[in-house]
């Protein structure tokens, strides 16, 4: 019994686990933001050896789920990374300094309505908070003589027309947040007739949230939405840069934790007490992660509005389909629907009762998404999986494309009908 006992110590794996100084941070955050304060860390902890893994959520939480991963941190705005880990109980316990404790209870009390993650975990710190809003190159509108956006709600304005690029919630996580806050802002019906005749003026969807910034700083297309920070990082570079806070945009917190590994760090805490140190905290929003901090009073020109984290929860496997299928995959007949819808808009004044009527129904047909607000909300789709490997879930999500698609055909059938007997007289 005791050959038996040592011989089950001597191959456990947490008998091989080992400290060290390299420092493996996960995190959704451009390198580029990154790098600036992993260097001044290493100022401090001179010994520490920093390496930044960029991943996307939903790849972050793969490469979290497997038992020899070696990341210690993971640093992103994402609550979706995290909850997975919250349920496997793979995260260390915080033990932040005194003054890092001290500095996160300061917190405003305006701020305290997104703490969603913190209800459910005590391992989360959370070190700064984001808004959104939309990002504009003011040489671009200068050339093709269009008017800055004043809100959300303004690019569905026909004059930009494949003028607009944004990423996908499948894509983004704060993407994400900002289609969440359209739907819960507007309600799911007239959000998503926002979203799809938004969907109409895209030129491009993005692979990555900061491919949106980048595009626009390129002048590669004009406006988009995008997180405060990445609007900051680029006007710091190019001056004809513009930006404003969507009036309601809720605030986005950014965390950090230490995930459990058999190696972990020996500098894994001091990482954490570093971003919630009152010297941190104070140049943060100046620094290369252009964050609000957690003591901040809020002063730029946005209203931050409740927003129901546990019903983003609820339907984001639902979402993050349905804007591919109805949005991402239908770009082109998007285009061509609202481009028509737009054109026989012309002839409103001159329309029949039957055209009105017509007319009516191809703006229906092409702002309607094929899944409801109750089916949305309820457990229909509580089957639906993220994996592409899901059978059941390729077969319900085709559906919607051709659902949409067959929308889209129809409604661009009409417009041009209409459009037809108009240029006929």
């Known amino acids: 019994m005791i050959r038996l006992l040592l011989l089950l110590l001597i191959l456990s794996p ?7 100084n390299h420092l493996i941070i996960l995190t959704t955050f451009t390198e580029a933001s990154i790098t600036p304060i992993t260097n001044k860390f290493q100022q401090l902890y001179p010994d520490s050896i920093i390496k930044v893994l960029h991943r996307r959520a939903d790849s972050g939480v793969r490469l979290l789920s497997k038992n020899d991963h070696d990341i210690d941190l993971v640093i992103t705005s994402s609550p979706a990374l995290f909850l997975p880990l919250i ?7 915080l033990a932040t300094t005194a003054t890092a404790t001290a500095t996160a209870t300061a917190v405003n009390q305006a701020l305290l309505q997104p703490i969603y993650l913190k209800k459910h975990s005590d391992d989360i710190a959370i070190f700064g908070y984001s808004a959104y809003g939309l990002m504009w190159n003011n040489d671009y509108l200068t050339k093709h003589n269009l008017d800055q956006p004043k809100d959300f709600k303004s690019l569905i ?3 930009y027309f494949r003028h607009l690029i944004m990423s996908s919630p499948a894509r983004s996580s704060t993407t994400h947040l900002m289609v969440e806050n359209v739907l819960q802002q507007y309600g799911w019906k007239d959000g998503w007739k926002m979203l799809l005749q938004m969907g109409g003026n895209l030129a491009s969807i993005s692979a990555r949230s900061f491919g949106v910034s980048d ?22 570079h190019f001056p004809f840069i513009g930006f404003t806070y969507q009036i309601n945009s809720p605030l986005m917190p950014s965390y950090i934790a230490a995930a459990k590994n058999q190696h972990q760090a020996n500098h894994t805490s001091h990482f954490i007490d570093f971003l919630l140190s009152d010297d941190m905290q104070k140049n943060l929003p ?23 984290f546990k019903l983003m929860q609820h339907r984001d496997v639902v979402i993050k389909h349905l804007f591919e299928q109805a949005i991402a995959h239908q770009l082109t007949l998007l285009n061509q629907a609202w481009q028509q819808i737009n054109k026989a808009a012309k002839c409103a004044s001159h329309f029949t009762n039957e055209q009105r009527r017509q007319y009516d129904l191809a703006i229906r047909l092409a702002s309607t998404p094929p899944v409801t607000e109750a089916q949305s909300n309820s457990d229909v789709y509580n089957h639906l999986s993220l994996s592409r490997n899901d059978i059941v879930t390729t077969r319900q999500v085709n559906a919607w494309r051709r659902t949409m698609c067959s929308q889209l055909e129809l409604s661009i059938a009409i417009s041009q009908k ?8």
């Open 14 to 20: 947490t008998c091989f686990a080992t400290t060290t």
């Open 215 to 236: 595009a626009i700083s390129r002048g590669l297309v004009g406006i988009g939405p995008v997180i405060d920070s990445f609007a900051f990082e680029n006007k710091q």
């Open 87 to 93: 349920k496997q109980g793979t995260l260390k316990p």
């Open 157 to 159: 304005e026909p004059q």
């Open 418 to 425: 209409i459009i037809l007997e108009h240029e006929g007289h």
């Open 286 to 308: 100046e620094s290369s992660l252009y964050k609000y901090p957690l003591n901040s009073e809020i002063t730029q020109t946005f209203i931050s509005q409740p927003f129901d």
